[in-house]
């Protein structure tokens, strides 16, 4: 039987993978950016926070204990829709200090998977704290995703086992492109919906190796509906094809009919 879906914890790894917006709250001060998030092996999640400000002074002084927070993720969709984001992680732990001593080699460990850029700002000790941030982890304790169809809590152990999607990296420029230079695209899909939701602005919302979500926005409020690939996908190829058998194309590998 095909998957439908990505499951909770695939759809929590690819928003980690795409980099979206990241905030760190901690009981008594203002919440601070947090650029890097990253889930290492261990279970635990490298993080960066600004260096300036009182935070890091609270994770200091808080030695091995450490300081209660939760990381909270923003998914927003690729597009200007009404209501933008897609859905909020929100991860609850024990805030931990980094010795300097390991930072680069926690720095190289990240980077090969996660090149962002913000980890050269990171500061290693030696320099000055303006603009910098600092590394540090922070050991999981809970974790729950909520969207349009409710909340759910995840196990640290389905987190770890999960894969971030594989193109979640790409989804954006794809469904950006689509709704600028294909509406023809999403018009055939729009014909797979319910008579009920024909009615309205139809939105690429998001595509995942199972299928394609679409939006719809009318006067009766906001409807998200995917549509599932027959089968789970693993490449471009695979993904092109997918789409098209969506659209009731024809020319399933982009034949073109023969002449008679």
């Known amino acids: 039987m095909a998957v439908a879906a990505p499951t909770t914890a695939e759809r929590i790894r690819s928003a980690c993978a795409r980099g979206g917006g990241a905030m760190l709250a901690v009981e008594g001060i203002e919440p601070v950016e947090s650029p890097v998030h990253h889930l290492l092996d261990d279970g635990s999640f490298a993080i960066t926070v600004p260096e300036a400000g009182p935070l890091v002074g ?3 002084s808080s030695g091995s204990a450490g300081v209660q927070a939760v990381l909270e993720m923003t998914d ?3 597009l200007p829709l009404r209501e933008p984001v897609r859905s909020l992680v929100w991860i609850r ?3 931990q200090h980094v010795p300097s001593g390991e930072i680069p080699a926690l720095l190289d460990l990240v980077a090969t998977e996660d090149p962002n850029p ?3 700002q990171v500061n290693s000790g030696s320099g000055p704290v303006e603009d910098t941030y600092a590394l540090m982890r922070l050991e999981i304790e809970s974790v729950v995703v909520a969207d349009a169809t409710g909340a759910e809590s995840v196990s640290l152990g389905a987190l770890l086992q999960a894969r971030p999607d594989p193109f979640c990296a790409m989804e954006s420029c794809w469904l950006q492109h689509m709704e600028s230079a294909h509406r ?6 729009a014909t797979r919906l319910p008579m009920t939701l024909r009615q309205g602005r139809v939105r690429p919302l998001g595509l995942d190796r199972y299928g394609v979500q679409l939006r719809v926005e009318n ?3 906001d409807h998200d509906v995917r549509l599932p690939f027959a089968k789970p996908v693993d490449d471009v190829t695979g993904l ?6 969506l659209m009731g194309c024809p020319f399933l590998n982009g034949l073109r009919a023969r002449k008679i």
């Open 58 to 60: 609270m994770v200091l």
């Open 76 to 78: 927003y969709a690729p």
């Open 93 to 95: 732990g024990r805030l």
């Open 118 to 120: 913000a980890l050269l």
């Open 184 to 189: 023809d695209v999403v018009e055939r899909l």
């Open 219 to 221: 006067e009766n409020g």
């Open 240 to 245: 092109s094809q997918a789409i098209r058998v």
